[in-house]
């Protein structure tokens, strides 16, 4: 399925290098969504910053909602704690729903693809644990490919494989890179790949990755470079009775995503989505909102703490080594501004608020932006559902019960008018 984009044909091209402007120059004032739009949707802003497209917009009130529907349950439900094989889903961390209705899982745990037909029942298996071609040793992602076919990635040994409409391993490559090949992040439904290479820095204490972008073609090519960017927080402490290295308690981090013939590569730091052009690599539009944020609190870095080494096994002195070494963990500057960010069949870019220490939030909560960048508004996602994908009538997700059985799920989606 397409993955959404924000149109080609935008009001503002991006400019020649090297040409600045010493300010910015407004190029367009609205209330609301332009021409035609609902009066009650919250105010934005649209201007040109050195051929930058920037939209700037209010948040919405608290207690809105946007009139759209999930349903009160799933249609299909994949995944089961005993009988076949199949159904028995292990990190099923990724999956996509094919042109035709089929629904392909990439089951992480067992380095496989599994794919189900509209209802639920599986099909076939594609892939399995190794080395060799088709084969996956860290399978990472799935995703639909021109042509009917499915392409899958392995993030350690940095494959891509293409499975045709039959199953058949048509072809494996890699991505180029400079001293060892990019890893893969996502294939985009125009055939392309995004490769990633990250330089985590060095030395113990504070760091912040820098990760390369370059989007590549089908023959691992590399077709357009998007540049540097920062990327994820951690900390190494080597001074006390155990080493401990580990993300922040808090720490922000950088999010990927297709936008049609644009790529969303933007960190958290700020409730800012930047996007670039796929063709020319330039950053094109810039998706701001209105958003509040703090730094967190010595008290709250501790709980989160105790809370990540209570989910851990470690006991007896381990534990508190452990414990003593993450206390020397600095506080980040402040919470990230989001969670997470997905597009949409219809172009709709969907950005998962941040929920803080504290808050009374027990639904997730997205901010559905129009395919320009305009603020709709607000919208609750079923309880404990990692979305995977969003189409113009359903949500594929996945779910984890009581007893540890994972499923991924189609939820029906309607989009009703206000």
Known sequence: MAKASLHSGSPVAPRLAGRVLLFAIPVALSSGCGDGAEPNLPASQVRDSAGVRIVENARPADDSRLPWRIGPEPTVSIGALTGEEPYLLHRADDGVMLPDGRIAIANTGTNEIRVFDASGLHQATLGRAGDGPGEFTALAGVASWPGDSIVAWDSRVRTVAVFDSEGGLGRSFVLDGD???????????????????????????????????????????????????????????????????????????????????????????????????????????????????????????????????????????????????????????????????????????????????????????????????????????????TILEIGAEYILGHATDDLGVESVQVWPLVRAAG
């Open 179 to 385: 001293d060892r090949p990019d890893e893969p992040r996502m294939a985009p439904s125009d055939g392309t790949v995004l490769g990633r290479a990250v330089d985590a820095g060095g030395g113990p204490g504070y760091r912040r990755e820098n990760s390369t972008y370059e989007l590549h073609d089908a023959t691992g090519s590399v077709r357009v470079s998007l540049g540097d960017h920062p990327g994820r927080e951690s900390f190494i402490n080597m001074d006390g009775r155990m080493a401990v290295f580990g993300l922040l308690p808090f720490s922000r981090s950088l999010h990927e995503a297709s936008w049609g013939e644009s790529v969303i590569l933007t960190p958290d730091d700020h409730y800012e989505i930047r996007v670039h052009d796929g063709t020319t690599g330039a950053l094109a539009h810039i998706i701001r909102r209105e958003y509040a944020n703090r730094a967190p609190t010595r008290e709250e870095v501790d709980q989160a703490i105790d809370d990540a080494l209570g989910r851990t096994s470690l006991t007896g002195d381990q534990l508190e080594w452990t414990r003593e070494g993450y206390k020397g963990m600095p506080l980040v500057e402040h919470f990230p501004a989001f969670r997470t960010l997905l597009t949409d069949e219809l172009d709709h870019l969907w950005v998962r608020e941040a929920t803080l220490p504290g808050m009374d939030r027990p639904a997730p909560l997205w901010t559905v932006f129009d395919p320009d960048g305009r603020v709709l508004g607000f919208v609750e996602t079923p309880e404990g559902l």
